[in-house]
């Protein structure tokens, strides 16, 4: 259980509370009436009985160190309120809440009207003493208390998460009252899971809210259902399911030992009728599936116990029906995929002569698209049918054995079969009226804000924006678009990544994917973006300075050292990641790369784009630079009447530049022009590395093949001057690098090595995998969990959930087991093993090679060593196997302690080990001063810890202020 300081929470009242008042609180109420609790899938438990508890006065600041301190000084004040065991709820202020999600909102928001705080009870019995785990998570600040003791607290503020805090229950056999207190002054989320000691729902717990007699309990069971009714296009008819969920668990009055739901529509189809059994650890889930014959106006009943609870119509419109099923046929032969959503991979190009891979893709979207609005019974007729007028083109062109894509001009969506996760990316398209293809036309990209869509970044472009619009229908609806003269695309970047790993990798696949199916000038191809998208047009530009002419990044974020929540405590890894996600710190490679920023004045900290351009002066590159006296929204006014692409149409890249400047911090983004780095060096004379140290070089070209150059940090490095580079004769280039000269032939690939101090020609090295833990997500990846230990399983699948989702990003990565593993699934992924060697087939025969030992008595980094159970570990290295690829592993000491891997920050080196101490680092960019972890660093190329690894600082107190970014 982690250590607090008595501030930290702001909590402090509960110290001073009566016990007699804890003790009303604590005592389980045997002769109530008792509503019985069936936790989630997982034991979460989203029912419990809620109070208000008073007002709390929070200053009208971000939410802070401050709000500690205030709720310290004003809490004394409040009133514990209790369930008296001779009273039902009511008689206590005590109402049920209950939920339908995972999370369970103890009060009504509160946003605007000062703090409050909350309080929660459950009654749990345990049948057989024994240790139980205590997952927690909670906006803002949670107090926990079991039979008037407070054993666990959260600090605010944060949002609640799944499973942000693990607290261990050692239970006596008999009845326990739980109790929860929480302050916020904006919402009241918690989540809440009970476990075994295997992390599975316990059949010897047994959950009550106490007072809650049957009918009041059968009452809130409605609550909790979590329904999704899908309809399906099947070859004949029209298949109906019923996903019938319980999140957050459900109620049950003590008479209730089961819950009936029939499904049912207009004959002749015959109604499907099914139990819920309500007597196991846990709610189950339930699926009602039938088959309807064609009718355009099916209703569908589904019915509780008898009651008409809920009406359905589920009839779909003949027109879509049939170009469902004649795209189904036509292109399930060519991508197979289509039908199987759950296939590992790999995912190869569909095959049909005369017609690119992208286009049969890009009609399989479409196909996805109307299929999956139907399936929820998206009403919006006119978009429907358009997408379905879309499609039967579309098919009917590869059924020709045509490309549906060659000729057509104006807007349109495409797509790729992303090898990240097997999904069908979009992307949108705008190809005007003066494209024949006849010429190079120029390109820009433009890559959209926060919660953005592709689609309507393509209007934004050319200064069509509408602050109030409907974000769906802007979404479904283009507005006439004009002709810029050059041909437009929008990535979607997988949605919120900030256009880092797969965000960038989605940006630079649209750029190769729209070179081959057009003609697209390569040297004048531009990226743009705002807000967010303003981010990722420096990060992605200046990463990969040899793709674009020009960059124009509007009202973006350029350094991760003006955040707030970046401020105070840092490591020395922590300093290093922020330069490396910061992009004024990449401004070096801009020297061919003409940047026009923009930022509103009224849009604070200005520092946030002020930083990129004090760079970029600096260094005497070319930049434009507007500071509009407006907020946020910039780009309406700098996008306005084809601003942006006259603006671009200066500029024009240099396919063979004479003059080079390049920096990297590591070897995802190993180059530029015709420089590439095989190996950074820590020091001069230090080991080669992937990552964990800049590495640079300045070199300049004569016409005669004369050329000088430095270079900092850099092992390894391959030149491939290119014959434009010099004039008319000259093979070879002369160059005199850090002193030593070399002769580099024109036309060819050389590759050159750093040993003791000097440069010689050698064999190029192999790339290698490994880096940084949250940056190696820019490659196909396979989530892969250990099966030997049944008991385990479950678990480690929790785990790879945990990290295979991000919020905002639509990523769907495949998770399997170790022993259904084929050698085509491992084939080019970067893999994610989760488990130890004692139950991972992959651990187990590679633990030998693996930079960390995971023993079954210890866990071994360099020349120390962790024996005790909470300890955990995650780290990268280059796959045993395939040292071109990475494998990320997740293990530890025990399954609790790999599990709070997600308590990890965002910026952590290339291997972490740790303890229940890195608890409060959960959700936040740095550990800060609350946090702390044994051991933290990367590895050399033989996988030796480059440096002291053991962390500078000592867990003392709450981290600062928190900032989104957009």
């Known amino acids: 259980m982690r250590s607090f300081s008595s501030h930290s929470l702001g909590l402090t009242f509960l110290r001073c509370l009566c016990l007699t008042s804890l003790g009303a609180l604590a005592r389980p109420a045997e002769a109530l009436a008792q509503c019985r609790v069936l936790p989630g899938p997982e034991g979460e438990i989203s029912q419990w009985l809620s109070a208000p508890a008073g007002a709390v006065a929070l200053p009208r600041v971000r939410p802070g160190a401050a709000m500690g301190a205030a709720l310290g000084t004003t809490a004394t004040r ?120 295997q992390h599975r729902p316990d059949p010897n717990l047994r959950f009550t809210l106490d007072g809650v007699d049957d009918a009041a309990c059968d009452a809130l069971a409605p609550r909790t259902l979590a329904l999704t009714v899908r309809r399906a296009v099947e070859a004949t008819d029209v298949g109906v399911t019923a996903a019938l969920r319980f999140p957050g668990g459900t109620v049950r009055g003590e008479r209730t030992a089961a819950r009936r739901y029939t499904l049912s529509a207009p004959e002749p189809a015959e109604p499907v009728s099914m139990a819920l059994s309500l007597d196991g650890p846990s709610a189950p889930s339930l699926d009602l599936a039938m088959h309807l014959p064609d009718a355009t106006a099916a209703v569908l009943h589904l019915r509780d116990e008898g009651s008409d609870d809920h009406t359905f119509r589920v009839g779909i419109a003949h027109e879509l029906r049939d170009a469902l099923r004649r795209a189904f046929v036509v292109l399930d032969p060519l991508d197979p995929a289509l039908s199987n959503p759950q296939h590992p991979g790999p995912w190869p190009d569909p095959e049909l002569a005369g017609v690119a891979p992208g286009s049969v893709w890009s009609v399989a979207r479409t196909y996805e698209r109307l299929r999956d609005l139907v399936a929820v019974g998206d009403g919006d007729a006119a978009h429907l049918r358009e997408l379905a007028a879309t499609l039967r083109a579309g098919v009917e062109a590869l059924a020709r054995r045509e490309d549906p894509f060659a000729g057509r001009t104006g807007v349109m969506r495409r797509a790729y079969r992303s090898p990240l996760d097997g999904t069908l990316q979009e992307y949108s398209v705008y190809v005007p009226g003066s494209y024949r293809g006849d010429r190079a036309f120029p390109m820009v990209v433009g890559l959209h804000g926060l919660h953005g869509s592709a689609h309507r970044m393509l209007p934004v472009l050319m200064g069509l924006y509408d602050e109030h619009e409907d974000r769906t229908h802007a979404e479904r609806v283009v507005p006439p678009l004009a002709d810029p003269g050059a ?62 002419a020009a960059a124009a990044p509007l009202c973006g974020y350029h350094s991760y050292f003006v955040r707030g929540d970046t401020r105070g405590v840092r490591r020395p890894w922590e300093t290093f990641l922020m330069e490396l996600r910061s992009n004024d710190h990449w401004a070096e490679n801009g020297r061919h790369l003409p940047m026009y920023i923009v930022h509103g004045t009224l849009d604070r900290p200005v520092s946030n784009s002020q930083t990129l351009v004090d760079r970029y002066s600096a260094l005497g590159y070319r930049l434009e630079v507007e500071w509009p006296a407006l907020g946020h929204n910039v780009w309406s006014q700098t996008y306005a009447e084809g601003r942006i692409f006259t603006h671009f149409s200066r500029y024009e890249r240099d396919p063979a530049p004479r003059t080079l400047r390049f920096r990297t911090p590591d070897l995802r983004w190993p180059g530029t022009a015709w420089v590439r780095f095989d190996a950074l060096q820590a020091g001069t004379a230090g080991p080669l590395t992937v990552t964990g140290t800049w590495g640079e070089i300045e070199l300049t070209v004569d016409p005669d093949g004369r050329a000088r150059g430095v270079t900092r940090n850099v092992g390894a490095l391959t030149l491939t001057p290119p014959v434009a580079l010099v004039a008319s004769g000259v093979t070879a280039l002369r160059v005199e690098l850090d002193g030593d000269r070399i002769e580099v032939p024109v036309g060819a690939a050389t590759s050159f090595l750093r040993r003791e101090g000097h440069w010689q020609r050698g064999e190029r090295l192999a790339a290698r995998g490994g880096g940084a833990i949250r940056e190696v997500f820019d490659a196909p990846m396979l989530f892969v969990v250990g099966s030997r230990d049944p008991s385990a399983v479950r678990l480690y699948e929790r785990i790879a959930r945990q990290w295979a989702q991000r919020s905002g990003v639509a990523l769907r990565y495949p998770i399997v087991r170790d022993d259904t593993l084929t050698e085509a699934m491992l084939a080019g992924r970067n893999l994610v093993l989760i488990g130890t060697p004692r139950d991972h087939r992959l651990l187990d025969r590679w633990q030998a090679r693996l930079p960390i030992s995971l023993g079954a008595d ?78 933290a660093g990367f590895f050399d190329r033989e996988g030796r810890p480059l440096a002291d690894d053991r962390d500078p600082v000592s867990a003392s107190g709450p981290t600062d202020d928190a900032s989104d970014e957009n």
């Open 487 to 548: 041909i437009v695309v929008a990535p979607y970047g997988y949605g919120d990544t900030g256009y880092r790993q797969q965000g960038e990798y989605d940006v630079l696949r649209v750029v190769s994917e729209m070179q081959r199916a057009y003609r697209v000038d390569p040297n004048r191809t531009y990226l743009t973006g705002l807000s967010m998208g303003g981010i990722g047009a420096a990060g992605v530009s200046l990463h990969n300075p040899g793709v674009f």
């Open 858 to 935: 210890r866990l071994t980094v360099g020349a120390r060593s962790f024996t005790d159970d909470n300890v955990g570990a995650v780290f990268t290295a280059p796959n045993p196997d395939d040292p071109a690829r990475t494998v990320l592993v997740i293990s530890g000491r025990s399954p609790a302690a790999m599990l709070r891997s997600n308590a990890l920050p965002d910026l952590v080196p290339g291997y972490v080990v740790y303890d229940a101490r890195v608890g409060n680092a959960r959700g936040h960019i740095l550990l800060g001063a609350a946090s702390q972890v044994l051991a």
């Open 78 to 197: 409040m009133t514990l309120q209790t369930l008296a065991p001779s009273a039902g709820p009511s008689a206590a202020g005590f109402r049920p809440a209950v939920s339908n999600r995972t999370r369970v909102t103890l009060a009504p928001s509160t946003r605007g009207r000062g703090g409050r705080a909350v309080l929660a009870a459950i009654t749990l019995s345990a049948r057989s003493a024994g240790r139980r785990w205590l997952s927690l998570g909670a906006d803002d600040a949670l107090a926990v208390w079991l039979d008037g003791r407070e054993i666990a607290r959260l600090d605010g503020p944060r949002r609640a998460r799944e499973d942000d805090l693990m607290v261990p229950l050692d239970l006596s056999e008999g009845a326990h009252r739980l109790v929860l207190v929480q302050v916020s002054r904006d919402s009241f989320d918690v989540f809440v899971r009970i476990t075994d000691a």
